[in-house]
């Protein structure tokens, strides 16, 4: 009974990725900027603001709604992100302004170790595009493209790709020193061998969308419409209630989660759930 409501969620998830190429480019004289069809959201490693990848470009969050970006000027569309360390990584499609050496119609990866200000192409330029993209404890680059449903995996910091073995049409991954889990349509799946394989969490609600605490448990976007959070004891439990589709989330701080839904931007903790910026 929960296929049918997964599969509408994918659905969403597709559309968000696929309808990007409808939305409208940002305009430096328009007025603030606006962040629109987010695909990830993750911690400003220099403090407190969050980093949000968008069709346009990466832009800049701060706790008191204050939008910025794109940073660098750079509007490329960020389908994948992931933040290792104080490193940046991207993979997607090019803007009206992205420089041609970026790659084209595929970004491939790209490369940032000043916070998005410039980028650098190191890997499979112009042929892939990944739409998930996470970095493990250890700095290893985990990846799905979008030509396979083939897990990718990076030892070098994004330099070089190979396949971890298994294929698996997740919409999310998140790697922690336990494993490698992917949300998939049957749910919750874990890898212990490095991506070789992968095998059904018990019990675990069925998500869409994942992230993972320092402590390495983790949080999810439920087809329930609900924010889960999983405890030291393998339960799990509901931790806000979301608002349509959540289009991305990450674990932002020590008890910080940020989740993207109907609301806007939204900041989860213990005390309840702000919005930061309210969906235009």
């Not at 493990?136 to 030892?155: A, N, Q």
Request: hydrophobic share 40%.
């Amino acid at each position: 009974m929960k296929r049918t409501l997964f599969v509408a969620s994918v659905t969403v998830l597709a559309l968000v990725a696929t309808g990007c190429t409808t939305a409208t480019d940002v305009d430096p004289g328009a007025g603030p900027p606006r962040i629109d069809h987010v695909h990830g959201i993750a911690a400003d490693p220099r403090g407190d603001d969050l980093l949000v990848a968008t069709h346009n470009g990466i832009f800049t969050l701060t706790r008191e709604g204050e939008v910025s970006g794109p940073i660098g000027g750079y509007d490329f569309d960020a389908m994948g992100f992931t933040v290792a360390d104080k490193t940046l990584f991207a993979s997607g499609h090019p803007g009206p302004e992205t420089p041609t050496e970026f790659g084209s119609p595929n970004l491939g990866i790209l490369r940032s170790d000043d916070v998005g200000a410039s980028w650098s192409p190191i890997a499979l330029t112009g042929t892939e595009d990944f739409h998930v993209l996470t970095a493990g404890p250890d700095g290893t680059l985990y990846g799905i493209g979008s030509s396979s449903t083939d897990l990718l995996v990076s030892t070098d910091e994004g330099v070089t790709w190979a396949r971890a073995g298994a294929s698996i049409p997740a919409a999310d991954i998140v790697a922690t020193d336990n494993g490698i889990y992917a949300a998939l349509e049957q749910g919750l799946h874990v890898s212990i061998d490095g991506g070789a394989s992968f095998t059904p969490v018990t019990d675990a609600p069925v998500l869409y969308s994942l992230d993972a605490r320092p402590d390495g448990t983790l949080i999810g976007a439920g087809i329930d419409s609900e924010l889960w959070g999983q405890n030291h004891d393998g339960t799990w439990e509901p931790l806000d209630s979301l608002v349509g589709f959540a289009q991305a989330l990450a674990v932002v701080g020590d008890g910080r989660i940020a989740v993207v839904d109907d609301r806007g931007i939204v900041e989860v903790t213990a005390d309840g759930s702000t919005v930061l910026s309210p969906a235009k």
